[in-house]
């Protein structure tokens, strides 16, 4: 993982935002010019957005890698499981299944380890119906 790099990109940030506000109170006390506070300024303001653009990269790249570990692992159980059920495996359904979500009566969502997705629609018999 990088959270030593966004740690340190977060320390950068806060340093910088620090040096903002320094600039800031200068300008108002009449201790400096608007020009130059404005050029200070920007080129603090520049340096922050590509940090928050670093940051941002790092934390995407965390999350893929999380991802496609995931995913390896759902291919992995299911190629070392049996090749057919013939019923319910409850131990196989918590160690690929993340999470259930209802998203309208009558249908679930199945969100599996990795990110993958599917939607049942349950039978009507499930409703008395």
């Not at 249908?107 to 049942?120: A, C, D, S, V, W």
Request: charged share 30%.
């Amino acid at each position: 993982m990088n959270n030593a790099k966004v740690g340190e990109l977060n320390k950068e940030i806060a340093e910088l935002t620090k040096q903002n506000l320094v600039l800031n109170r200068l300008r108002s006390k009449g201790y400096m010019d608007s020009a130059l506070f404005m050029q200070k300024s920007n080129e603090i303001n520049q340096r922050i957005s590509i940090l928050r653009t670093q940051r941002r990269r790092l934390l995407e790249r965390d999350a893929d890698d999380k991802m496609i570990a995931d995913c390896r692992l759902l291919i992995g159980i299911i190629d070392k499981g049996v090749s057919y059920l013939t019923g319910f495996d409850e131990v196989l359904f918590h160690s690929i299944v993340d999470k259930i979500i209802v998203t309208e009566q009558g249908k679930l969502k199945f969100r599996m380890i990795g990110g993958l997705e599917f939607t049942e629609r349950l039978p009507k018999e499930v409703f008395g119906r």
